[in-house]
């Protein structure tokens, strides 16, 4: 057989092509499940850390156990702040935003429809309230998740992701001494304002509305200020429609139904 | 018998020489890319070494199965499709079940398909012999690879980081006495300055590799 | 995000050799003198500028997750990004084919000077890793990525022409025998990238 004949090379390619595609997509739809548990873990590994809950050396499922147990309700909520609404997922559990969510939520308040948007709230049973940020960062998106404490105005904890910032620069933002820094700050000002927190150099002097920027990272850090202004400005009817009353039925057990 | 002495050298050959005399990054130079960028941590080493390892062997062995059959012109694109689909399954399955490494090591996994070691086996060896014969000299280069990664990843550990595999094995004494870890060893430029260090140690061994 | 900075950030900070040791296996190879390292140096940043913008648009309206959506809303959960190493390979290595017999034809001393390149950059994982680092970068257009094909471009052109001129110049110095050649090279490039890393600290 000619191996070199045109209409063999056409035939032997494609079928080889079909081939591989066949492979490919069974691997691909086999594995699936266990990626996106993957992913749903790791959201919820870092919903649990930035709320401080310790999880050193825990197997998936542990955090998963851990999550349900520390975690009363999800919320989502509009810009309008009245709207809440609790969401359960297909098991009756609260349900958990991946990260592909925000960034459809972020969009919403880059058009200035946040009035439209559905913005997770995960409620903690010890009061706490963990909202996720997220925003461009110099390559690519950057993401993380801000825990208050029950007076809905100081941050107990903070952590950050990203993509494909810069090693060693951008990149810190995921690294403790960043986002360390978040604890105890707070987004109103002395007049009770609403003023989100800022990250500048040298903000984090005496001001506990500021953080200190991470060096050498100057527009990875512009965009962690830019996505907490614009994420927690949307949160912030709902805070305030929810703290003269810090055990909110929302939040609390469902006993009051 | 076919099994004969020429046949049992030969196999021997196959085996040993890709570890240290005819090593893939060392003395062929091929492979370089990938490897070093992920050696700061012993554990990403690991992982890579392995998939290289496995992508190698599989795909000299489905080539090596093809290689009377493969049209010539189009030769190259077939090896790399075939490679590809190696390295996608590779990729797959790690996001599924090692989901921390795979994120670690992000697109240099992909990057296994650029990797000269894999295209360079199989347009060398597997394209003229048969394919359990391939498939041994495939696992035996990506292993002489993975050998090289680990050396250098356990070097940058040890003095970037003081542990192992994430372990602290430097004791808290030592710092206390004024140790500190080397932040230089972290920096991507030192892999290479010991890749050349290691370098100079096997051709000081085996006189007979050095360039003139 | 501004073009100037992208631009910058790519040929300095994030530099494909020093940085991401991309595409190493030729960068040693060729770079024994400044003439072949600036031919090789330029077939990679053209066929950069060339693949980047169509793996781009592949990326965005085939590959992603919910990518198909623009055919039909009904498309819009497909995900194939599991497909996306194979049809970026795919593009690059037809895309080389392609570039080749047109600069074979069209500019035969162009091809005399670049052709016997093309051939190797296929393989040259810089150009396979400029398309994933763009598809993980998540650019906002096509500019962008062009932008970004560009600068990676430049900056591995310029890592490759200093290394052909300091390798040019280190054949008259006595390097001790086993470290001669690629030993000493090796640590000649490790030197370099540190130096390129004073870069990291400008603010852009």
């Known amino acids: ?257 | 018998m076919w099994r004969n002495q020429a046949m049992s050298e030969n196999l021997k050959n196959v085996l040993l020489k890709p570890i240290f005399k005819g090593n893939p990054i060392s003395v062929l130079v091929l492979g370089i890319c990938s490897s070093l960028a992920v050696t700061v941590q012993l554990k990403g080493a690991l992982v890579m070494a392995l998939s290289v390892t496995i992508v190698t062997g599989l795909s000299s062995f489905v080539v090596s199965l093809m290689r009377k059959s493969i049209p010539n012109r189009v030769r190259i694109i077939v090896q790399l499709v075939v490679v590809a689909m190696m390295v996608i399954l590779v990729d797959q399955v790690l996001k599924a079940y090692a989901y921390s490494v795979s994120k670690s090591l992000s697109v240099y996994i992909g990057l296994i398909i650029t990797n000269c070691i894999v295209m360079g086996r199989i347009e060398a060896f597997a394209l003229g012999n048969k394919p359990g014969l391939s498939l041994l000299d495939g696992l035996a280069n990506g292993f002489g690879y993975g050998l090289i990664l680990v050396v250098v990843a356990i070097v940058r550990e040890i003095l970037g980081s003081g542990s192992i595999f994430g372990f602290q094995i430097i004791p808290q004494a030592v710092y206390n006495a004024g140790y500190m870890n080397n932040g230089l060893m972290i920096l991507p430029p030192f892999a290479l300055i010991l890749l050349g260090c290691i370098i100079w140690i096997q051709r000081s061994i085996q006189k007979d590799l050095q360039e003139e | 995000m501004e073009y100037i900075s992208l631009f910058v950030k790519s040929i300095f900070v994030d530099n494909m050799i020093f940085a991401y040791f991309l595409g190493m296996c030729s960068y040693l190879a060729v770079s024994k003198n400044v003439k072949t390292a600036t031919g090789l140096g330029v077939a990679v940043i053209f066929v950069l500028l060339v693949t980047l913008p169509i793996n781009y648009l592949l990326n965005k309206y085939l590959l992603q997750p919910g990518a198909l959506a623009w055919i039909n809303e009904s498309y819009a959960d497909v995900d194939l990004s599991f497909l996306s190493y194979i049809v970026f390979i795919a593009v690059i290595a037809a895309i080389v084919q392609i570039v080749e017999m047109v600069v074979e034809k069209f500019s035969p001393a162009l091809y005399s000077s670049l052709g016997i390149f093309l051939p190797l950059i296929a393989v040259n994982c810089a150009i396979l890793g400029g398309s994933l680092f763009m598809q993980e970068k998540e650019f906002i257009n096509v500019g962008e990525s062009a932008v970004y094909a560009l600068g990676s471009g430049l900056g591995w052109f310029l890592a490759i022409v200093a290394l052909a001129a300091i390798r040019e110049k280190m054949a008259y110095s006595h390097v001790p025998k086993a470290l001669k050649g690629l030993g000493i090279s090796f640590i000649t490039v490790g030197l370099m990238g540190i130096a390129f890393m004073t870069f990291m600290g400008i603010t852009l």
């Not at chain 1, 998963?64 to 709207?83: Q, W």
């Not at chain 1, 105005?153 to 360390?180: C, M, N, Q, R, W």
């Not at chain 1, 978040?182 to 509305?209: C, P």
Request: hydrophobic share 40%; charged share 20%; with cysteine.
């Open chain 1, 1 to 257: 057989m000619n191996t070199n004949s045109n209409v063999y090379t056409i035939i032997y390619t494609s079928v080889l092509v079909i081939v591989v595609a066949a492979i490919l997509a069974f691997a691909a739809t086999f594995l699936k499940p266990a990626q996106e548990a993957n992913v749903k873990v790791e959201t919820m590994s870092k919903i649990l850390a930035a709320a401080g809950v310790a999880q050193d050396n825990l197997s998936n499922d542990e955090i998963i156990a851990l999550f349900y147990n520390e975690v009363a309700a999800t919320l989502t909520v509009s810009a309008k702040g009245y709207d809440a609404e609790e969401v359960v997922d297909k098991d009756g559990k609260p349900q958990i935003f991946p990260v592909s969510y925000l960034k459809v939520q972020s969009s919403l308040i880059a058009k200035g429809q946040q009035d439209e948007g559905k913005f997770p709230v995960y409620c903690f049973n010890n009061g706490l309230k963990v909202v996720p940020i997220y925003g461009a960062g110099l390559w690519g998106p950057i993401w993380g998740y801000i825990a208050f404490a029950e007076d809905n105005a100081t941050v107990s904890g903070a952590i950050f992701d990203h993509k494909g910032e810069t090693p060693g620069l951008g990149a810190k933002i995921a690294e403790k001494p960043f986002y360390s820094q978040f604890a105890g700050k707070s987004i109103l000002d002395e007049a009770g304002e609403f003023v989100s927190i800022s990250v500048v150099k040298g903000g984090a002097n005496g001001s506990k509305n500021g953080v200190d920027a991470v060096s050498g990272g100057t527009i990875t850090s512009k965009a962690v200020d830019t996505s907490l202004r614009a994420w927690l400005g949307a949160y912030r009817n709902y805070f305030l429609a929810c703290t003269p009353m810090p055990l909110n039925e929302n939040v609390e057990e469902p006993s009051n139904e």
